[in-house]
């Protein structure tokens, strides 16, 4: 469903492009396209009205075959708008034969204004519609976030929550505990985490440390490889007693880096590494954002117990996956923000500190900023978000009032807009604020599955 989602929201921006792009052809290539310059105008109007159906369509293809196939549609004329006027251009400004061209471009929007009217007309005779005010914009929900959660500002009234996972991992037990941080998407979980495991005391009481990204994605060779770098690995294997005869100095020396020589080890021969790595210090190693149990499962072999007081620590979204890996062990989950909680960070986020001046944040500013901080329910992310889109605005009550009425919009179901569903709103609201030339490339990216490689070129 996350693919259609996104296939919806790049049929939108490429629709957008293409109309901008054909304003600028009428701009530039007035003369070129003198003799079809009413029926690009015409198809640029179709375009634009169309544009505004699929804003529609977003919240009806999940529930709806035929409006996805009108998506698809839709989004390929319009990429089929864009090349044929493209390639025109290309070929007028590299030809003297201007009349041949002239009419194979007539030929080819004649050809696309029927595929045009042949749309129209299967929206009214299948009854294809778009408007529904019962059903809540589903937006960009499934788009992972990527901030980096260990900022100062991101802060706001955990000292509670902190003490008591600071408590938890510096606690002296004879046992391999794993102590997790729970709770939904966006609540701050990884912020919690990364600033605990920052502090002083904490990197004080344990011999080594690692902090391990898993995600869905995960690929347990990568996950052994990245810890045992980060835990100080030594390639000098014969004082570690580690296959003595294969792993010599002058194979060592083979390799150009401890990576590479890692690399060349399988699953089996990483976690006999480093558990005989980890068995005489005592390790804080944290797995953030674990999905499934297979997981842990599978690299908890390499994990001994050490010296009193290792802990492994999770951030996970499932309370299950926390019990199962530990049921002696209480889960910890970040509280949701109070109303002024978030308008604090709302306020962080979006003011730069040096432009307050000695007056603070006007009353107008503040009123408006703590009800939009408000209608993101107490969650942290959303409020960040906001704020940085807010930061790229004027501070001005006009271009405020503009923004709460997005956000209002984008929440009009109140019903439908609890917690998980208002990452989503402010994700998109920040989406749509992009350049019409940004969009596509956002999206594309976002078709990847996370963690993946994307190859350049």
Sequence with gaps: MAEVLVATKLAEAVLSQVVERIAELLIHEAASLRGVGNDVENLQSELKWMKSFLKDADRKQEHDERVRLWITEVRDVASEIEDSIETYIFKVRSSYIKLFHLRKLRTKLST??????????????????????????????????????????????????????KAQLMALENRLCVVSVVGMGGLGKTTLAKKVYNDADVKKHFDCCAWVFLSQQYVIKEVLTEILMQVGFQSDMNRRNFERQKYTKEFLEEWKSKREFLHGLDDHQLIRLMKNELEEKRYLIVLDDIWHIDAWNRVQNAFPIGKLGSKVMFTTRIETIASSADPLSHPISPPFLTPSESWELLKRKAIPRETLGEHGVPF???????????????????????????????????????????VKSRMINQLQSTQQYRVGDILELSFQDLPYYLKPCFLYLGRFPEDSEIAKG
Aim: hydrophobic share 35%; proline share 3%; charged share 35%.
């Design 364 to 406: 107008e500013l503040e009123e408006l900023g703590k009800t939009m901080a408000e209608k993101c329910g107490g969650l942290p992310l959303p409020i960040i978000v906001l704020g940085g889109f807010l930061r790229t605005k004027i501070n001005s009550v006009d271009e405020w009032v503009k923004v709460l009425k997005d």
């Design 112 to 165: 696309i204004k029927d595929k045009l009217r042949s749309i129209s007309e299967r929206t009214q005779r299948y009854q294809i519609q778009f408007s529904n005010g019962d059903q809540g914009t589903n937006s960009l929900r499934n788009l992972r976030r990527s901030y980096p959660d260990d900022e100062e500002d991101d802060i706001i009234m955990l000292k509670d929550t902190m003490a008591d996972l």
